[in-house]
């Protein structure tokens, strides 16, 4: 099984502290939770911890001489920073000296561990790319992209082409196709390879960090600039620049692009001095910026800069041959990571699998992959295994019996749920640790059945 995730989490006001606790506790995560943030800096240890979650407003040390503290023992541990007085100039601070994202009070549990499922997925991300960077010694092969479909195989062929000519390429294709992958084989194959590959999402951050993210800016061009700083397109230079999703770029970064493109120089923010570089651009998108241009929010001269060459990648339905192949890579870099012996998908699953659609694309694949071998008891990933995260497809009959059978019994319990909830959430006034603690459950349980059945506090507050 995957070791929990270890979260530390900081803040001075005792019953947030608690509900966060309780939320990612409740979720998997392995949490320790600190009131004092001189005592959190003390006890904490590089590589102890996989995220760090604290507060900016709080006495003694704030969240943001913490957050130094915490990155000068682990530069690469992600830090969510919690404040209740957002401003542009304190988002930018923080993410400058090193945290992952901000997160704004009040919020519900969901949207914590929502920041939260990203942060670590980022650095995994993070973790993965350095790992096959060292594996291939700074190359990429083609031999790493699986399948053997006709539709795949189109596209490796055009790769090949391409990647030699010092062109722009937009990658396009569904969320979770490999986009990136294939931008990554186009760099590693070219005569750019010995330089730098690096990668953005354009609809990761704000306009104004995105602006400053690819440009860079002089000292002194806002406020909390106080140094100079290179953007991703001079860390590109002799490289390759790969823009994701890059249909979320603002108007006004799509205007500096575009000169950037035309004459390949570009001025960082406050700085009138022209900066030139030698960057090859590509880019992805899962939308249409053919219907962008159209409505106005794309302009069109941008858009036939990066569109020099279209690669579109096939969604995994189309590509159904590929299915266990890529599904037999999975499992066996599964094996290899946690030491494991399963063999492969039974054919019931197997079929289940090759059938489904996956809306998803291979993204999804994988997990499902992930998710199932850590639940499987047997020497094979089995259906009823694989059914807990795709649907199956029930014989007629059994499907019609089950639904009226597990229909009437839901409904039932959910009544039954819903009643006792509010019932209970009356007696406290409103106060979920107290309704916890009577439940004998803990306070994201609450939360997470406050959601799902959509109780309004006014149902149950008496304040409201």
Not at 382 to 391: M, W
Request: aromatic fraction near 8%; include cysteine; proline fraction near 3%.
């Amino acid at each position: 099984m995957t070791a929990q995730k270890r979260i530390m989490v900081i803040d001075n006001e005792e019953g947030l502290c608690r509900m966060m606790e309780a939320v990612l506790s409740d979720n998997g995560y392995a949490v320790t939770a600190h009131t004092r943030s001189f005592e959190a800096a003390e006890s904490f240890q590089a590589g102890q911890w996989d995220l760090v979650v604290t507060d900016i407003k709080m006495p003694g040390m704030d969240g943001l001489e913490l957050l130094q503290r915490v990155k000068q023992k682990d530069p690469g541990i992600p830090v969510i920073m919690v404040t209740a007085y957002a401003t542009v100039e304190m988002s930018i601070q923080a993410l400058r000296k090193g945290a992952y994202d901000m997160l704004t009070k009040p919020f519900e549990p969901e949207e914590l561990l929502y920041r939260v499922k990203n942060a670590l997925q980022h650095t995994k991300l993070i973790e993965e790319n350095r790992e096959l960077r060292e594996e291939l010694v700074g190359r990429f092969h083609f031999d790493n992209i699986i399948g053997a479909s006709k539709g795949l195989k189109d596209v490796l062929e055009k790769v090949e082409k391409i990647a030699v000519r010092d062109t722009s390429v937009l990658v396009t294709g569904e969320s979770g196709t490999g986009k990136e992958l294939i931008a990554q084989a186009i760099h590693y194959n070219s005569p750019r390879k010995d330089k730098k590959f690096v990668a953005i999402n354009c609809g990761a951050l704000p306009a104004s960090l995105l602006e400053s993210e690819l440009f860079g800016y002089r000292k002194g061009a806002f406020t909390g600039a106080a140094e100079n700083r290179r953007g991703l397109l001079e860390t590109a230079d002799g490289g390759t620049l790969f823009l994701d999703e890059v249909g979320n770029l603002p108007m006004t970064v799509q205007k500096t692009l575009l000169r950037f493109l035309q004459e390949q120089t570009f001025n960082r923010l406050g700085d009138p001095t022209p900066t030139q570089v030698d960057v090859r651009v590509l880019s992805a998108t899962n939308a249409d910026l053919k219907v962008a241009v159209k409505a106005g929010e794309f302009r069109e001269d941008l858009y036939y800069r990066l569109n020099v060459v279209n690669i579109q990648l096939p969604p995994l339905r189309e590509r159904r041959d590929d299915i266990p192949l890529l599904a037999a890579h999975f499992i066996t870099l599964q094996n290899q990571k946690f030491g494991t012996q399963i063999r492969g998908l039974d054919q019931q699953a197997h079929d289940a699998a090759v059938d489904y659609a996956w809306p998803g694309n291979i993204r999804q694949l994988r997990n499902v992959i992930e998710a199932s071998m850590a639940m499987e008891g047997s020497s094979y990933i089995t259906l009823p295994v694989l059914s807990q995260f795709i649907e199956v497809a029930v014989p007629e009959g059994e499907a019609e019996t089950a639904s009226v059978e597990e229909g009437d019994y839901n409904q039932a319990l959910s009544r039954f749920e819903t009643d006792y909830l509010r019932g209970l959430l009356r007696k406290h006034n409103g106060n979920i640790e107290a309704a916890a603690k009577e439940a004998g459950t803990n306070m994201a349980t609450i939360y997470r059945k406050i959601k799902k059945y959509g109780i309004r506090k006014d149902e149950y507050n008496a304040a409201g």
